[in-house]
């Protein structure tokens, strides 16, 4: 496999795998608000989790067509941000809120730095993953307008949720 290939495969395995971490997360937030009635916040996380399958249907292709290996740490991801989603949702709206802040600004910058490396390189990829980047950038900012930084201990809990997706970027990038 060639530099080139290399990066292809890594990109596209660890955005793989982030946006199937977002699906979970957001999957488990609905059902926890689904449950205690907060339809208002299941309608908006609903809509975000429609552009995020958007995402996750464009690198399960990508995933086939390049033969590239997801991350063999698929089941661990889906089972932690399945627990993230449950517990942000279960600490109360702008808790979940916080959480979508964090990781997205997480992300926006990580495809960021993904697209200045896909320079002249693969101009397709580069174009998709700037669309989701604006919508990653997007969720940031209706987390936000929905009161995520109005959480109890926000600064913290920001700094724990960028610190995982943080870590779990750089995982995936690798195994």
């Known amino acids: 496999m060639n530099a080139k290939e290399k990066l292809l495969a890594r990109i596209i395995r660890v955005n793989q795998a982030g946006e199937l971490g977002a699906q979970k997360i957001y999957t488990a937030q609905k059902k926890v608000f689904e449950f205690l009635g907060k339809y208002d916040d299941v309608k908006e996380i609903s809509r ?9 249907d464009y690198f399960n292709t990508k995933i086939k067509t390049h033969n590239v290996r997801p991350t063999i740490l ?4 889906e089972i932690g941000a399945t627990a993230i989603g449950f ?10 809120y916080t959480c979508t802040e964090a990781v997205e600004e997480v992300i926006v910058e990580h495809y960021q730095d993904q697209i200045d490396l896909l320079e002249g390189i693969d101009p397709e990829l580069q174009s998709k ?24 201990a926000y600064k913290i809990l920001r700094q724990i949720l960028r610190k995982t997706t943080q870590a779990a970027v750089f995982v995936a990038e690798k195994i």
């Open 48 to 56: 975000m989790a429609e552009e995020e399958q958007e995402h996750l």
């Open 74 to 77: 698929g089941p661990m991801w």
């Open 87 to 96: 517990s942000t949702a279960i600490m109360g709206s702008k808790a979940a």
């Open 129 to 152: 993953i700037k669309k989701f980047q604006q919508d990653e950038e997007g969720h940031k900012q209706t987390a936000i307008e929905h009161g995520s930084q109005q959480v109890f």
